[in-house]
Nanobody, 128 residues
Framework: DVQLQASGGGLVQAGGSLRLSCAAS????????VAWFRQAPGKEREGIAL????????YYSDSVKGRFTISSDTAKNTVFLQMNNLKPEDTAVYYC?????????????????????WGQGTQVTVSS
């Protein structure tokens, strides 16, 4: 079974940094596309960064480009999201997600891929 475990969230002041981790299992990691999404209260879930391991492509939403960096440790099947210069509007629950082959009601699209598998989310709160 596909499993995604996100961790690393917390409370940080504006301008600070956090690094999120997503430990993955149950699929061929080095051929996968994994993304980070976030969802703030009352807002839609938003895709913010992805990495396609097969072709070595990463992509960012405009809202985080230049501040966030996605990376991977393929030996540990883990994807990271380094978040710098955090702003109060970055406050949200952050989810990692993996591309799948079967649509689910929880599936979301971002950067040209569909994500069918989700981790449990980790809270990031940025104080002003």
């Amino acid at each position: 079974d596909v499993q995604l475990q996100a961790s690393g969230g917390g409370l940080v002041q504006a301008g600070g940094s956090l690094r999120l981790s997503c430990a993955a299992s149950g699929f061929t990691f080095d051929e996968s596309t994994v993304a980070w999404f976030r969802q703030a209260p009352g807002k839609e879930r938003e895709g913010i960064a992805l990495v396609n391991h097969k072709v070595g492509r990463s992509y960012y939403s405009d809202s985080v480009k230049g501040r966030f960096t996605i990376s991977s440790d393929t030996a540990k099947n883990t994807v990271f999201l380094q978040m710098n210069n955090l702003k109060p509007e970055d406050t949200a629950v952050y989810y990692c997600a993996a591309e799948g082959k079967k649509y689910h009601t929880s599936s979301h699209y971002f950067g040209g891929y569909r994500y069918d598998f989700w981790g449990q989310g980790t809270q990031v709160t940025v104080s002003s």
